[in-house]
């Protein structure tokens, strides 16, 4: 039976790239299609219509999808997860020669780099210059998400003093370097390949915001999995074992050659094997940073759909106006995360599988054993844990702190006239 | 006279279509071609519809922007040529959009954007509707809340739920919606205890 997949040309569409390129897909009795688009709203589209019958989605999408947040409600579901991490945020070359003189740079923490924007940011406000401009992927990505829990950790009162657009990831480098945008969130190799066009500076990557978040999903329709369960099983175990191949660092040269192709990323092999072999370039001079984790493909329980996640989501979309208040996150995070199918799909391989739904994130800083699985570094850049059972409180002393923020913000300048 | 914005890099066919749009009676207030022009200026030139390739990478800046528009949103009309007649029709069945294939009559742009718009200001009104639907429901469900807490722990009756949630609202200048679910959140976290008595307390 042919299947048809989409995905956006990005490093961590890697497991399907790989999956068909190694024949684990024609192993598991697939013929799978796959189908490169140029935005997210044309997979959305094929989506819908059906034209294919799933694709590799942000891991927050299918969840701003099925509750119809920028358009009408799809019927959207995931019981696999793809990929961890694989995000940077880069600026460009001005606004970090900005950030460099207030000094704040200079120990190289990702702290740093939050320190350093508020400090610029201020200033900039001080002198009434206009707002800098950061762009992510989509309204409702996780791009979206770190930019925003990245700047309000660092106190910016990013409503106020930031603009946010969208901007298709090939576009990020030249955007930064035609002065359009001072700052993005995008995944690789898009940062890289900035870097490499001197248009912009890593000065962080989606890992510092948060350890080992969800990036992107196999998304399908619901209809379609109810009516095609036993190839949805097939499809998602070929999938798994790519994965694992995938993830191992012997084989990450040979990920990069297979992405740089013409007909799948097509850019050059050596800037997509930056982030894949687990680096973070800096200006020329400096080495690069080491972050082996820089993708996540299989290890740390990455394949699995934690409602944890789901509702973390929904709680940053309600934290920034996407969602109202009212609604249950646990509710809407169940309706379109199904462990339970990927249960089903890691008892057809004979692998474990976790035997909770939820777990607690931002707990904790170095990798650690349950249940005989490894779990991998889980902390936000501001130390805050996410208690999995209090979502909702969670989400109320987030908002909080995000009142202060803007009340400090407006009464500063005053204070300061008053001096 | 509808307000058009096309959205096209390739120089051929905005002009083919610019030509057929301006035949038919339509106002083109812009051909942008690049992220910056999109940023700049469809949320300024208010557009009554945004006319864009199927396969234009600057349909989530699009989406974005009119996400963000001041004014009430416009639907996204796109067009594609004949190699992608199935997705055409499949987007027409499902009633994603209008498209246009890039052989078209200038007659038909004009059937097709007519189409569009009246379709869109139907969904817009539809969708209006249902979301007034679904914000009566979830007051009415949240004053019956209020209502139940504060016959509980207040002993209140109906009728004296009613007044008391408008008294609150307006000693505190604020909508009977807001005052119901402050009395929510208070109440709710009271532990059990027996209910009070009539005449303990008005």
Redesign the interface.
Known sequence: MTVRLSFVPLTDAAPLIAARELGYFRRHGLDVELSRE?????VR??M????VDGSLLLASMPLSLSLGI??GRIDIVTGLVLSLNGNGITVSRTLYKDMELTGLLADGSPAGAGQALKALIDHRRALGKPRLCFAS???TSTHYYLLRYWMAAAGINADADVRF????P??MAE?LD?G?IDGCCVGEPWNHRAVHEGAGHIVLAGYDVWNNAPEKVLAVRRDWLESNRSTYVDLTAALIEAAAWIDLAENRREVASMLAQQHYLNVPEDIVACSLTGQMLGETSTPARQIPDFHVFSRYTANFPWLSHAEWFLTQMIRWGHLAQ?IDIRGAAAGVYLPDVYRQSAAALGIAAPTVNHKSEGTHSLTRMLDGVAHGPNLFIDNAPYDCERPHEYLVRQQEADRLTGRRERIGPVVHAMR | MLRIILVDHVAERADFLRQALDQQGYQVVAVLSSSQEILDRVDILAPDVILTDMQSPDRDTIEDVRYLMQRRPCPVVMYAGKKDSESITRAIDAGVSAYVTDDISAEDVKSVLDLASARFRLFKAMSDELQAARQKLEERKQFDRAKSLLMKHHGLDESSVHRTLQQIAMNQRISLSEATNNVIAMLAVLPDKEPRRGGSKS
């Open positions: 140029t935005s997210w709203a044309s589209d094929k819908q219509t059906g034209m920028t358009h992927v989509y309204l657009v969208v901007i298709p090939p576009r955007s035609s359009l009212g």
